[in-house]
């Protein structure tokens, strides 16, 4: 073989394995990176879940005025600008808002939750908000029938444009059959109610010791609608029989890990787990006993966030309100408008040193900068876009969206 012909081979079979490296990666659209905070509700209560998807900040801010608390406090108790705290309430609604039918659903309650799901999905104006579902597992007689009960009945009569579910929250996820059962089963379900393929997205909620040691292959097997990577603390811990379930326990922090990584490899969110102690009053305290309790549970929901953030984590499952505000304004403490301009401004220095021919070179603070950095900064400031902290239009002229993104942001 000649040498022009081997460099002809070569490209090709390059071009090929290429083509598979790409495949390995989910084309996740930008809405999907909104999942700073998955805000849960029984589906069973249709009162409880309509708040959660209509305006859970609203709720946030009305319980605050009940314990005679406003953005000051819990600015001061949080270390955070009470602007900061007051932008955040001002919000319509959390980033996502999780329907469950599996833990918070007792069997008599079934058929109603059902309904509840489908008739609050179509209904609610729920703004930027995701709406998914969590179904029961696969062990639970249930699971296909309320996915299928759920899925078709919320499409039906509806163009696929606006079919009304974003996703599922794929509960105790352990093995490949499983989600490939599943794949088969959502794909059924979108030639029944007329959607493209694969436009049924899923969050695998990874809470058993099979769902932690095999989430690289699980991952792999359903990327196709993979939508997100959840840590469920509590059932692991039962999983794998630890002594007590502790937000910092070495497996809680082992998972994480697991899944920060392997998340990270497949482009799409890590989600942490929530905060068991609930910013909740206690009827034996008084009225300033109790502000300084609630103030301490959403400074414990605070500190839990900023842990998750640092290890990598881009959202954290909340069951209250006020948990929603305190991991909120986490993400806003992490990512402040100094630090999106510091990547901002970043990212132009690396653009000026590609456009003079000088590859890596030392930004104006010190830093290396070169295709490695400046790929890293490109993924926060798109994750920024998404969470409505850097404008569509500054992402579309930075190439951090497409033109259609952008579009969709604008409108």
Same mark, same amino acid.
């Given at each position: 073989?000649?040498?022009?012909?081997?460099?002809?081979?070569?490209?090709?079979?390059?071009?090929?394995?290429?083509?598979?490296?790409?495949?390995?990666?989910?084309?996740?659209?930008?809405?999907?990176?909104?999942?700073?905070?998955?805000?849960?509700?029984?589906?069973?209560?249709?009162?409880?879940?309509?708040?959660?998807?209509?305006?859970?900040?609203?709720?946030?801010?009305?319980?605050?005025?009940?314990?005679?608390?406003?953005?000051?406090?819990?600015?001061?108790?949080?270390?955070?600008?009470?602007?900061?705290?007051?932008?955040?309430?001002?919000?319509?609604?959390?980033?996502?808002?999780?329907?469950?039918?599996?833990?918070?659903?007792?069997?008599?309650?079934?058929?109603?939750?059902?309904?509840?799901?489908?008739?609050?999905?179509?209904?609610?104006?729920?703004?930027?908000?995701?709406?998914?579902?969590?179904?029961?597992?696969?062990?639970?007689?249930?699971?296909?029938?309320?996915?299928?009960?759920?899925?078709?009945?919320?499409?039906?009569?509806?163009?696929?444009?606006?079919?009304?579910?974003?996703?599922?929250?794929?509960?105790?996820? /352990?093995?490949?059959?499983?989600?490939?059962?599943?794949?088969?089963?959502?794909?059924?379900?979108?030639?029944?109610?007329?959607?493209?393929?694969?436009?049924? /997205?899923?969050?695998?909620?990874?809470?058993?010791?099979?769902?932690?040691?095999?989430?690289?292959?699980?991952?792999?097997?359903?990327?196709?609608?993979?939508?997100?990577?959840?840590?469920?603390?509590?059932?692991?811990?039962?999983?794998?029989?630890?002594?007590?379930?502790?937000?910092?326990?070495?497996?809680?922090?082992?998972?994480?890990?697991?899944?920060?990584?392997?998340?990270?490899?497949?482009?799409?969110?890590?989600?942490?787990?929530?905060?068991?102690?609930?910013?909740?009053?206690?009827?034996?305290?008084?009225?300033?006993?109790?502000?300084?309790?609630?103030?301490?549970?959403?400074?414990?929901?605070?500190?839990?966030?900023?842990?998750?953030?640092?290890?990598?984590?881009?959202?954290?499952?909340?069951?209250?309100?006020?948990?929603?505000?305190?991991?909120?304004?986490?993400?806003?403490?992490?990512?402040?408008?100094?630090?999106?301009?510091?990547?901002?401004?970043?990212?132009?220095?690396?653009?000026?040193?590609?456009?003079?021919?000088?590859?890596?070179?030392?930004?104006?603070?010190?830093?290396?900068?070169?295709?490695?950095?400046?790929?890293?900064?490109?993924?926060?400031?798109?994750?920024?876009?998404?969470?409505?902290?850097?404008?569509?239009?500054?992402?579309?002229?930075?190439?951090?969206?497409?033109?259609?993104?952008?579009?969709?942001?604008?409108?």
């Amino acid at each position: 073989m000649t040498a022009g012909a081997l460099r002809d081979s070569a490209e090709r079979h390059r071009q090929k394995a290429a083509q598979q490296t790409a495949a390995l990666r989910a084309e996740l659209p930008l809405r999907y990176l909104r999942q700073q905070a998955h805000l849960t509700a029984p589906a069973s209560d249709a009162k409880l879940a309509e708040k959660a998807l209509s305006n859970a900040t609203g709720v946030a801010s009305r319980l605050l005025d009940r314990y005679g608390l406003d953005a000051k406090a819990v600015g001061e108790r949080l270390g955070v600008d009470a602007g900061v705290v007051t932008s955040v309430l001002e919000e319509v609604g959390a980033p996502v808002v999780v329907l469950d039918l599996e833990d918070g659903v007792p069997p008599h309650l079934v058929d109603a939750a059902r309904a509840n799901v489908v008739r609050l999905a179509r209904e609610i104006d729920r703004g930027r908000t995701l709406c998914f579902v969590r179904p029961p597992g696969i062990t639970d007689p249930r699971c296909a029938d309320d996915l299928v009960s759920m899925l078709v009945d919320a499409g039906h009569g509806l163009a696929a444009n606006r079919y009304p579910i974003d996703g599922i929250v794929f509960p105790k996820v /352990r093995h490949v059959h499983e989600v490939r059962w599943l794949d088969e089963l959502l794909a059924k379900i979108e030639k029944d109610v007329s959607l493209p393929p694969d436009s049924i /997205r899923v969050c695998f909620l990874v809470e058993t010791g099979w769902g932690v040691a095999k989430l690289p292959e699980l991952a792999a097997a359903g990327l196709n609608r993979l939508a997100g990577i959840i840590l469920g603390t509590v059932d692991l811990g039962a999983d794998v029989l630890l002594p007590e379930v502790r937000f910092k326990h070495p497996i809680a922090e082992w998972a994480r890990m697991m899944i920060v990584t392997v998340a990270g490899a497949c482009g799409v969110p890590a989600i942490d787990g929530m905060t068991l102690d609930f910013p909740v009053g206690r009827p034996e305290l008084d009225a300033q006993a109790n502000r300084k309790f609630v103030l301490d549970r959403m400074a414990t929901n605070f500190n839990d966030a900023l842990h998750s953030i640092d290890l990598g984590m881009s959202g954290r499952w909340v069951g209250h309100p006020l948990q929603l505000v305190a991991t909120l304004l986490a993400f806003r403490s992490f990512f402040g408008e100094d630090s999106i301009r510091e990547h901002v401004a970043t990212l132009e220095e690396f653009s000026r040193a590609i456009a003079n021919d000088l590859g890596a070179v030392a930004a104006s603070s010190g830093q290396l900068l070169d295709i490695g950095t400046d790929r890293h900064v490109r993924q926060l400031l798109r994750r920024a876009t998404a969470w409505g902290l850097l404008s569509a239009d500054r992402a579309h002229e930075l190439h951090l969206i497409t033109d259609l993104e952008r579009r969709a942001y604008t409108t």
